[in-house]
């Protein structure tokens, strides 16, 4: 395996895992099993109004299970399952399968096609193939810290840190709170359970403004990269069931590299979940690869990052 190759795929998973995280735990509202929705009765609320209760009631939410589907244009297509915790931090296991793109042809030359994420606090650990272990001293951990994450990627690297040691369970909730369009679509069953439908478009860069910890001048340079990216608008759609509980949530929006669309489904909510950082001796650190490896420069998924 080229050493380009093994910088392309470490920068490409970075981007990849952590997105991944964030959208998996910042879109999970969710609730411990029921209990606080226990005895409801259906009452007709406003748009706003339901999202504002789901997002209460959400707000005190433990723990999912998860799963997802991703695609952006011909650059990846992407499953990822797993369980994942924001008690404490984000914590969890979620595996990440490409299934098309041009992150599944390079993924095959990394000698796999899926690889498990492990999210803790401060770093999250993505579990590697014995090929690309060959290339990294027989390691197959790789670490990476989401402050060192904060500097490869600029203002979206601080974002995506933010966003990552921040991430609450109500967070699409607070998408379409922050839509100026928000409306309730209908009454639909997801996999045999009764929800409402509701939908909405926000702007990107002013949602950051309200979800993240970024000062100004990184907001700024959050927004110059969002548009750079062709990312301005974002396609937000929830399904809550009676239990104020996400049952599902889908995103869209238009890049770059192409359409991206985002659907995930949660279950089984109140679910242990325990994550516990790798063998240090199994353990390779992204920072201390990239200066091994040299400086990446152009196609390595950087557009990816913002």
Same mark, same amino acid.
């Given at each position: 395996m080229k050493s380009t190759t093994v910088r392309r795929v470490t920068l490409s998973i970075a981007v990849v895992a952590a997105l991944t995280g964030v959208a998996a735990c910042g879109s999970s509202d969710s609730g411990k099993d029921g209990d606080k929705a226990a005895g409801k009765t259906s009452i007709q609320v406003s748009p706003i109004a339901a999202l504002r209760s789901? +997002?209460?009631?959400?707000?005190?939410?433990?723990?999912?299970?998860?799963?997802?589907?991703?695609?952006?244009? =011909?650059?990846?297509?992407?499953?990822?399952?797993?369980?994942?915790?924001? +008690?404490?931090?984000?914590?969890?296991?979620?595996?990440?399968?490409?299934?098309?793109?041009?992150?599944?042809?390079?993924?095959?030359?990394?000698?796999?096609?899926?690889? +498990?994420?492990?999210?803790?606090?401060?770093?999250?650990?993505? &579990?590697?193939? =014995?090929?690309?272990?060959?290339?990294?001293?027989?390691? &197959?951990?790789?670490?990476?810290?989401?402050? =060192?994450?904060?500097?490869?990627?600029?203002?979206?690297?601080?974002?995506?840190?933010?966003?990552?040691?921040?991430?609450?369970?109500?967070q699409s909730v607070k998408l379409l709170l922050?839509?100026?369009?928000?409306?309730?679509?209908?009454? +639909?069953?997801?996999?045999?359970?009764?929800?409402?439908?509701?939908?909405?478009?926000?702007?990107?860069?002013?949602?950051?403004?309200?979800?993240s910890n970024l000062d100004a001048e990184q907001l700024s340079a959050l927004k110059k990269q969002l548009t750079q990216a062709g990312v301005t608008t974002e396609t937000v759609d929830i399904w809550i069931n009676d239990q104020d509980l996400l049952v599902k949530k889908s995103e869209k929006a238009d890049t770059a590299n192409g359409a991206m669309t985002s659907t995930t489904f949660y279950t089984d909510y109140g679910v242990k979940v325990a994550a516990e950082a790798p063998p240090a001796g199994d353990t390779k650190d992204f920072a201390d690869l990239l200066k091994s490896g040299g400086t990446m420069t152009g196609g390595t998924g950087s557009g990816t990052v913002s």
């Open positions: 789901a +997002e209460k009631s959400t707000d005190k939410a433990d723990s999912a299970k998860v799963r997802s589907t991703t695609s952006v244009g =011909d650059l990846m297509s992407m499953t990822a399952n797993g369980a994942l915790t924001w +008690e404490d931090g984000l914590k969890g296991n979620l595996t990440i399968t490409y299934t098309g793109g041009q992150m599944a042809e390079m993924m095959k030359k990394a000698g796999t096609q899926s690889m +498990e994420a492990r999210y803790l606090p401060d770093a999250y650990y993505a &579990h590697m193939s =014995d090929a690309y272990a060959q290339q990294t001293g027989g390691k &197959h951990w790789l670490k990476y810290s989401y402050d =060192d994450l904060a500097k490869l990627g600029g203002a979206s690297g601080s974002y995506m840190k933010d966003q990552i040691q921040n991430a609450t369970p109500n922050a839509s100026q369009d928000v409306k309730k679509v209908g009454e +639909e069953n997801i996999s045999g359970v009764p929800t409402t439908h509701y939908s909405g478009t926000v702007n990107v860069a002013d949602l950051a403004g309200k979800t």
